[in-house]
């Protein structure tokens, strides 16, 4: 167990991935969906107000951290104009349960059920660039998903309270930056692999 103070680590950690694939989008590397990043932006948002309401403390902070960082990938993706903003039915399913979310804990005070809302919303946000990875692996930044994947991990080894609300979110995180991680590793191993480039 650590001591509860390490989440802040944890967050700097996410914050330095996303300043990081920021950086790769000024130099045009990558070029992140717009709408999918504003939900991913929205949802841990969402669950952190959540979190706060429901008295979860400092574990909070990594889900903070986990809104903020997208909020700095869609300002440099919209100043260098590196984006595309393509609204599809994933798009719209992932607002409607972020919408879900927000009216379960404003409407009906139910703050620990919109954190599982919101760790809904943000996986059916990461479907876009699930595919996306499977496609085209060169195209996302992987560091990114690994200081993402180890902040929640350490965020996860803070836990005093087991509860729903207070792990939740970390334990999404961490999953779905190791299914990210290991599909574009493996994918960028198939296309080298591959005469003509492709898998």
């Not at 889900?63 to 100043?79: F, K, Y």
């Not at 779905?176 to 191993?189: G, V």
Request: hydrophobic fraction near 60%.
């Amino acid at each position: 167990m650590l001591d509860p103070h390490w989440v802040f680590a944890a967050a700097l950690l996410g914050v330095v991935g996303s300043i990081r694939y920021a950086i790769a989008i000024v130099r045009g590397a990558v070029r992140p969906n717009l709408v999918t990043w504003s939900l991913w932006a929205a949802a841990p948002l969402i669950a952190f107000f959540a979190q706060l309401d429901s008295g979860v403390g400092l574990p909070a902070v990594m889900t903070l951290a986990a809104g903020a960082g997208p909020l700095i990938v869609i300002i440099t993706s919209m100043i260098t104009r590196r984006h595309y903003a393509h609204l599809n039915i994933i798009d719209l399913v992932c607002a409607g349960v972020a919408v879900a979310a927000l009216t379960v804990w404003l409407g009906l005070g139910a703050a620990p059920l919109a954190v599982l809302f919101a760790v809904a919303a943000d996986a059916i946000a990461a479907i876009p660039t699930l595919v996306k990875a499977w496609r085209h692996p060169d195209s996302e930044n992987i560091f990114f998903f690994v200081l993402v994947g180890v902040a929640a991990t350490i965020t996860l080894l803070t836990l005093t309270a087991w509860t729903p609300q207070s792990f939740a979110f970390a334990v999404y995180q961490l999953s779905i930056c190791l299914i990210l991680t290991t599909l574009i590793a493996t994918r960028r191993h198939a296309h080298q692999r591959s005469p003509s480039g492709r898998a």
